[in-house]
């Protein structure tokens, strides 16, 4: 079966320092993963995905992912964070024999000024 | 990226009546819809999958009756709450996949009170 787990519900970091929220995932098969950013009472927004090729995936806003195998994880880092990256972070996993999405419990980014 | 719309994005609705949210996906063919349940400060609940043309997939706890899924064409998705009670109150988000490497596309989400 496939899984996700964040293990920190909330992540604090300063503006200008890098940031990482992190993401471990569980799958059966090829690792399809992916990163979405939810703000408040908003749907969630696409910000990269994994499907092969580099293990460094760059998405949007300046973000970007590390494929780790060995490690089983894909933690999702920014060199310089803004006050305005302040949001929800969910991790994903698909399993394409279920044609389903597999979210993590979500990550609280707080950036202070 | 491509566009998801979804419609209303805010509904208060009476017990005992039914409301029904509209997702649209603008400029792609949605092969695969999917409907979340999301309660506050926690993740998303898939509800069903659906796929144009079929019946959707319901998962596990999930009143079939309770919540009908349409999914008449590749860019529109319906979900009905019938006989909506306060404990449906919920935020609810659709996604639509364009195809077999695509990433899923999500709706602004629908906030439904039931009073």
């Known amino acids: 079966a496939q899984s996700v787990a964040q293990p920190e519900d909330q992540v604090n970091v300063a503006e200008g320092n890098p940031l990482t929220v992190k993401c471990t995932y569980s799958v059966s098969g090829n690792p399809y993963l992916f990163w979405y950013v939810q703000y408040p009472n908003r749907g969630l927004q696409f910000l990269l995905k994994y499907i092969t090729g580099d293990n460094l995936v760059k998405g949007s806003y300046g973000f970007e992912a590390e494929f780790n195998k060995s490690q089983t994880s894909f933690h999702l880092k920014k060199p310089s964070a803004l006050v305005s990256d302040s949001a929800l972070y969910f991790c994903a996993v698909r399993d394409d024999n279920f044609n389903k999405f597999y979210f993590g419990s979500g990550t609280k980014l707080n950036v202070k000024p | 990226g491509a566009v998801v719309s979804q419609h209303p994005s805010r509904v208060i609705c009476k017990s005992g009546t039914s409301v029904k949210i509209e997702c649209r996906s603008l400029d792609f063919q949605a092969t695969t819809m999917f409907w979340y349940r999301q309660f506050p400060k926690q993740s998303l609940m898939l509800m069903a999958t659906s796929n144009e043309g079929s019946k959707a997939t319901y998962e596990q706890g999930v009143e079939k009756d309770k919540f009908l899924i349409n999914h008449a064409s590749l860019t529109l998705s319906t979900l009905t709450v019938t006989s909506a009670h306060p404990e449906d109150s919920s935020f609810y988000i659709c996604?639509?996949?364009?195809?077999?490497?695509?990433?899923?596309?999500f709706g602004q989400g629908t906030r439904l009170t039931v009073v």
């Open positions: 996604s639509a996949r364009q195809g077999a490497l695509s990433e899923a596309f």
